[in-house]
C-alpha cells in the first residue's frame, strides 16, 4: 500500500502560489489537495476554477480536489476539465450519493466520500465497493486552527473493518490537525494518505517538513 502526503495548497502563500506549487513539485509529497470552499457547505469561501487552472498549470502531481460544497453535482464534470485526478464530495452534501459517485467515475476522476466528524463510516457500506477513498474529517471542516479530534483513530478503524473482504484497496485520507505529531498513530489505526496544510506551509523549511513526514511514514510502516 503507498501512503501520501497530500499538502494543502489552502495553506499556500497566494501571492507567491506558483512559487509554492514548484516547491510540492520538487518535494516528497505525492498529490497536491484542493480544498474548494462555497460558504454555504462550510463557512469559508476558497475558490474556485481560475486557481484550479493556475494549478493545472504548473502541477506535475495529481490533483486531489476536495469539493465542500452543496450540490457538488452540478461542478463535477468542470472540476474533471479543470484537472482533477480525484474528487470527493461529502456524504451530508448529496442526496442521491451513488449517482453522485458515479458521475464522478464518468468524467474520468477517482472516486471519494468525505465523513464530517459526526457521520459514522457505517453509512458507507452500501457504496463502498464503488469508492477510491474515503476522506475523514478529524476537524469541523471550513476553518483552520482546530483540535485534533481523537475519535478520528477509532473512525479509521472502524472503516478498516468495513472494508476488509470488500474493497481493501481503498485509500483512507485524514484531514485536519494531522503532523509530525501524529501521523505515525494515524498509520498505526489504518490511515494511508494525509492532508496537511498549515503544518507545512507555516513551518521555516515546508520542504523538509514534508521529508520528516514522510520519513516518519517509513519508520511506522516498518515497525
Known amino acids: 500500500m503507498k501512503y501520501i502526503i497530500a ?59 476536495h469539493l465542500m460544497i452543496v450540490e457538488p453535482d452540478k461542478y463535477i464534470e468542470e472540476f474533471a476539465k479543470a484537472g482533477a485526478d480525484r474528487i470527493t464530495v461529502h456524504y451530508e452534501a448529496c442526496t442521491h450519493l451513488h449517482r453522485t459517485i458515479q458521475l464522478i467515475r464518468s468524467s474520468g476522476c477517482k472516486a471519494g466520500v468525505a465523513l464530517n466528524p459526526h457521520t459514522p463510516v457505517t453509512l458507507l457500506q452500501d457504496v463502498i465497493e464503488d469508492l477510491d477513498l474515503v476522506l475523514i474529517m478529524s476537524v469541523n471542516p471550513g476553518f483552520g486552527g482546530q483540535a485534533f479530534i481523537h ?30 505529531q501524529n501521523i505515525a498513530a494515524l498509520v498505526s489505526a489504518g490511515a494511508n494518505a494525509f492532508v496537511a496544510g498549515n503544518a507545512i506551509f507555516a513551518t521555516d523549511d515546508p520542504t523538509e517538513t514534508i521529508a520528516e513526514m514522510k520519513q516518519q511514514l517509513i519508520t511506522s510502516i516498518n515497525i
Open 7 to 65: 499538502p494543502s495548497i489552502l495553506s499556500a502563500d497566494f501571492g507567491n502560489l506558483q512559487r509554492d506549487i514548484e516547491m510540492i513539485n520538487q518535494s516528497d509529497a505525492d498529490w497536491f489537495h484542493v480544498d474548494v470552499m462555497d460558504g454555504v457547505f462550510v463557512p469559508n469561501i476558497s475558490f474556485g476554477f481560475p486557481v484550479m487552472a493556475a494549478v493545472k498549470k504548473h502541477a506535475i502531481k495529481p490533483l486531489d480536489v
Open 151 to 180: 475519535n478520528t483513530y477509532k473512525k479509521i478503524k472502524d472503516l478498516k473493518t468495513l472494508i476488509q473482504g470488500v474493497n481493501e484497496n481503498l485509500i483512507i485520507e485524514v484531514d485536519g490537525g494531522v503532523g509530525l
